[in-house]
């Protein structure tokens, strides 16, 4: 009797889901009846995916571009398997169930749960073409959709730096390069001076909300961004001397020692119009909070110690266009 109910049940979680090989649930919701996507094709596609309890883990929409892709071969069960069944404007719900991806001696990511869910709408399909000369017009059409995608964001940066800090009600001040910043709470001492190091506490936003790195635990676990693989610890920087964005380099010369700040970052002060892998996407005003807990100078005997990256994790990893 308890099997019978459990088999009731998973249908009705499962209702409307059609099973791939390897175990991968998905729904067409909008099928536009076009070509399907084939290997080695390129697109375009939003994706949200949430673990089962809706929690999202990574969504497309937040860091304001699709996902770029030239489409591989995919694994039975995974979720690139899914994209055969979808064309140019179809959208669909994907479950991948992570027995099947994390095989026996894999490491399997902190998620509860037994899928992952993906939410898939795909923008553009540009197929790959056959014959001579087919690379180079593919390739052109590629080309021509990024930038067409990249000036879009570009136009949409002022009034998203705008509007996070409207929307915040922040009161801070403007500096002649574009960088915001308020301090929310006033430090004790002197600011630091070029080549000081500054040991801080950061946690790195979009305009969003959303937030794709910190180096703060309980923050980290606040919201939903902790990384067991992760140490998290204060990192020392040498402010002044560009070995980190510019944004950084200048709004941490304006704070001292105990003060907490938000800085509102324009892209061309932090990773401007190529972005940075999958993580941060080009033209994107940056948002952090930031803690100094000390400041050091100098010490011309002391050992030289490689900065921090501050390059945050990437979870998608989008494939630019060759030629681009």
Same mark, same amino acid.
């Given at each position: ?101 994390? +095989?026996?001696?894999?490491?399997? !990511?902190?998620?509860?749960? %037994? ?6 709408? /795909?923008? $553009? #399909? *540009? ?94 676990? +606040?919201?939903?961004?902790?990384? !067991?693989?992760?140490?998290? %610890? ?6 002044? /001397?560009? $070995? #980190? *964005? ?79």
């Amino acid at each position: 009797m308890f099997m019978a109910l459990a088999t009731i049940g998973l249908a009705s979680c499962n209702s409307g889901y059609k099973q791939a090989p390897g175990g991968m649930l998905y729904n067409i919701h909008i099928d536009k009846g076009g070509q399907k996507i084939k290997v080695g094709d390129f697109m375009a596609v939003n994706v949200v995916a949430k673990t089962d309890a809706d929690s999202v883990l990574f969504s497309s929409y937040q860091q304001g571009q699709p996902t770029f892709q030239v489409v591989p071969k995919g694994n039975p069960g995974d979720v690139m398997s899914v994209f055969p069944y979808l064309a140019e404007g179809d959208s669909a719900t994907v479950k991948t169930n992570m027995d099947s991806i994390f +095989k026996k001696g894999m490491r399997r !990511p902190p998620i509860k749960g %037994k899928y992952i869910v993906y939410e898939i709408k /795909v923008e $553009k #399909v *540009i197929a790959k073409g056959t014959g001579k000369g087919a690379d180079t017009v593919w390739n052109a059409q590629i080309k021509k959709y990024y930038d067409g995608q990249v000036e879009l964001m570009k136009k949409a940066e002022s009034a998203k730096f705008k509007k996070y800090i409207d929307d915040n009600k922040l009161v801070g001040v403007t500096t002649p390069d574009g960088l915001f910043y308020t301090i929310t709470k006033p430090g004790t001492g002197d600011k630091p001076a070029v080549g000081d190091t500054v040991e801080v506490y950061y946690a790195g936003k979009f305009t969003s909300g959303k937030m794709f790195e910190t180096n703060n635990k309980e923050i980290a676990q +606040k919201n939903n961004n902790f990384n !067991p693989g992760l140490e998290y %610890k204060p990192v020392k920087i040498p402010v002044g /001397v560009k $070995k #980190v *964005i510019a944004g950084w380099d200048e709004g941490l010369m304006q704070l001292n020692k105990g003060a907490k700040a938000t800085l509102v970052i324009p892209s061309k002060l932090a990773y401007g119009e190529r972005g940075y892998g999958g993580a941060i996407p080009p033209f994107a005003p940056l948002v952090f909070d930031i803690e100094v807990l000390n400041i050091t100078h100098p010490n011309p005997n002391a050992p030289k110690q490689a900065p921090p990256s501050l390059q945050p994790s990437v979870q998608m990893k989008p494939v630019k266009p060759s030629g681009n």
